[in-house]
């Protein structure tokens, strides 16, 4: 392909992609559904090249990173255990629908683990985003939501690098889960240990007042980390997210994400608008049924995870049911889980992609209006409602 035409046809993705933007603000939807559906349509007219997969790749790896930034390992700590509590309920829950859907529709458990991932992770962008466009911050289930949402993204990214890890070998096998798993667990622990005990030094690396000097080091440090997981046979993206992690113990957090996230808004919409392009319309038929009843089943599951852990958090009727409803939404993870998987070279690639991209688009639509809506609906299930403070 020429570069001018190249050149031409990423100007007109992004300005459909600012087109469905604005559509998506005045239907007040979430970005991530409208930016696959304007994939889906471009792909139609243009193809993937190694300037979109370039960019696509630096898109999830600074999505990731982004999302790790907004967690901090001492505050994860201080609240460990009702973390933790929440979080094996929400995983003991939701993680097997996915392997059982995988396995009953035919696909080889590889396959189906992938799958399991895809269906368990709930979007914290999408859900973030409800919560500050529904002023929810204040809401007394909100808590509990966010630890359900750190919970699922370290818990996914680790289980993402073992995936990862395991996909050279191409079968389920003891040496090779347990070599994965001690990679994924090493890669974390040490660099939790350099945000921990060379913090001092790091503190003097990023202090750098050229703006211009700093976006260029810390674009570096995300990269460089991401090269560093993906050497190791884990994921890049995992790599992203923990370097995230140590960079929101720095007092430099709030400046890297002033300066970065602008990178990172048209990165991940070409990512999204990427995976759109590839994925294979003739697949959509074969799993259309199972998306809807991958649908079906995650409500419920979802809902059972919200009045479990709300009963942790002290919640009442309402806000358990509330808090369900809030982890509906899917989004960015599960598309990464598929983005991966379709290197996965046991033959369902095309199945997963469309199955996610369905299974996505129908919940990420659905879980934002339901949440929307969750007080209306946990009133008609559990009773009047009463005053904001006692929700």
Not at 25 to 50: D, E, N, S
């Amino acid at each position: 392909m020429e570069v001018n035409t190249l050149i031409f046809e990423i100007g007109i993705t992004c300005f459909i992609l600012f087109l469905s933007g604005l559509l998506a603000t005045k239907l007040r939807l979430t970005l991530i559904p409208l930016y696959i559906f304007t994939g889906l349509f471009l792909g139609r007219f243009v193809q993937k090249t190694v300037v979109t997969d370039f960019l696509s790749e630096v898109g999830i790896i600074l999505l990731l990173f982004i999302i790790g930034l907004e967690y901090s390992l001492g505050g994860l700590l201080r609240n460990k255990h009702r973390l933790l509590t929440v979080g094996l309920y929400d995983l003991a829950f939701n993680l097997p629908v996915g392997l059982i859907a995988g396995l009953a529709i035919g696909w080889d458990i590889m396959t189906s683990l992938f799958l399991s991932g895809i269906v368990y992770i709930s979007s914290s962008a999408i859900i973030c985003k409800n919560i500050i466009e529904l002023k929810r911050s204040a809401y007394p289930e909100t808590e509990c939501l966010l630890g359900i949402l750190v919970f699922e993204d370290i818990f996914i990214a680790i289980y993402l690098a073992v995936l990862s890890g395991m996909i050279t070998v191409g079968k389920l096998e003891v040496t090779p889960l347990s070599l994965a798993i001690l990679k994924a667990l090493g890669f974390c622990a040490v660099l939790m240990l350099i945000g921990k005990l060379l913090k001092k030094y790091l503190e003097e690396l990023l202090d750098v007042k050229s703006t211009e000097l700093f976006v260029l080091l810390m674009f570096s440090i995300i990269i460089l980390t991401a090269s560093a997981a993906r050497f190791l046979g884990l994921s890049d993206a995992t790599g992203a997210f923990f370097a995230g992690m140590v960079i929101a113990e720095t007092r430099q957090k709030a400046k890297t994400l002033e300066l970065i996230a602008p990178l990172q808004y048209i990165t991940v919409a070409i990512f999204f608008v990427s995976f759109g392009i590839i994925t294979d319309y003739s697949a959509f038929g074969e799993v259309f049924w199972w998306a809807l009843l991958l649908v079906g089943v995650s409500i419920p599951f979802k809902l059972l995870t919200g009045i479990f852990a709300g009963r942790v958090y002290g919640l009442n009727r309402r806000a358990q049911i509330r808090l369900g409803l809030g982890l509906l939404p899917r989004g960015e993870f599960s598309i990464v889980i598929a983005a991966v998987a379709t290197t996965f070279t046991g033959g369902f690639g095309h199945h997963i992609q469309a199955l996610t991209v369905l299974y996505v688009l129908i919940l990420a639509i659905l879980g934002s209006i339901l949440m929307r809506f969750s007080d209306v609906l946990a009133t008609a299930v559990a009773g009047k409602k009463v005053t904001k403070v006692s929700q």
